[in-house]
């Protein structure tokens, strides 16, 4: 898997929309971008991905620069419950089975 | 169906004893990985099974490290002559394969290991 590079951590205040920045500048053309989240004492759990266009779903939205070369995962509204390490992986659809490798990821603390 | 299972969720053990973890994976998942983590680091790779087939390891997993999935559903981590630096997090997770490579994992809650 291609290497992300991300902040070490980050702060929000409680309700307000965070942005959460990957950089992947060597990401090839059948790379997907993953985000995963790990609470507290947690196994990480599967948040949201993309390929090209931006990404929606009940947990966050993915946004995806036009060259592919950095993504934002927004969480539209933070809430204590967000407080996690928030993971970027790049996985290679092409050929066969490839590892999925995680990075340190982003401490992400929510203020009340 | 309850997610992955693992059992059990600490350990706590002497230096030089043998310790065994068990990974059960969402049914009709065939895909199964196992990671290590450690204190403020990301999960890292341990090994992967498609249905029984052990596939890939990483260097990580010495010698003293043994992981099997005899038919296909539950799987064993087996670590023999722990030595303090086995002390982390060993995490579980399932996939279902997908064609694009691309399916979601699922995480079990991991068994923490700790050598005295």
């Known amino acids: 898997d291609a290497k992300t590079t991300q902040p070490n951590s980050m702060e929000s205040n409680e309700e307000e929309p965070v942005h959460l920045p990957c950089n992947h500048s060597t990401i090839s053309g059948t790379d997907y971008i993953h985000w995963y989240r790990q609470l507290p004492s947690q196994g990480p759990e599967y948040v949201i991905h993309g390929l090209t266009s931006n990404v929606n779903n009940r947990m966050a939205s993915l946004a995806i620069a036009e060259d592919r070369k950095s993504s934002t995962l927004i969480l539209h509204r933070a809430t204590l419950r967000d407080a996690a390490v928030y993971y970027c992986i790049l996985r290679d659809s092409s050929g066969g089975y490839q590892k999925v490798t995680f990075g340190t990821g982003t401490k992400l603390q929510v203020i009340p | 169906d309850t997610g992955v299972s693992q059992d059990p969720r600490h350990k706590i053990t002497k230096r030089g004893q043998n310790v065994t973890f068990r990974c059960d994976p969402i049914s009709e998942h065939n895909r199964l990985y196992w990671y290590r983590q450690t204190l403020g680091q990301g999960p890292e790779f341990l090994t992967y099974?498609?249905?029984?087939?052990?596939?890939?390891k990483s260097r990580l997993l010495s010698d003293r490290f043994s992981a099997e999935r005899p038919k296909g559903s539950f799987s064993t981590l087996e670590i023999q002559r722990t030595e303090q630096g086995d002390s982390a997090m060993y995490l579980c997770?399932?996939?279902?394969?997908?064609?694009?490579?691309?399916?979601?994992?699922?995480f079990g809650e991991g068994s923490r290991l700790t050598v005295l």
């Open positions: 099974f498609q249905n029984e087939a052990q596939l890939e």
């Open positions: 997770a399932s996939s279902p394969f997908k064609g694009l490579n691309t399916g979601e994992l699922f």
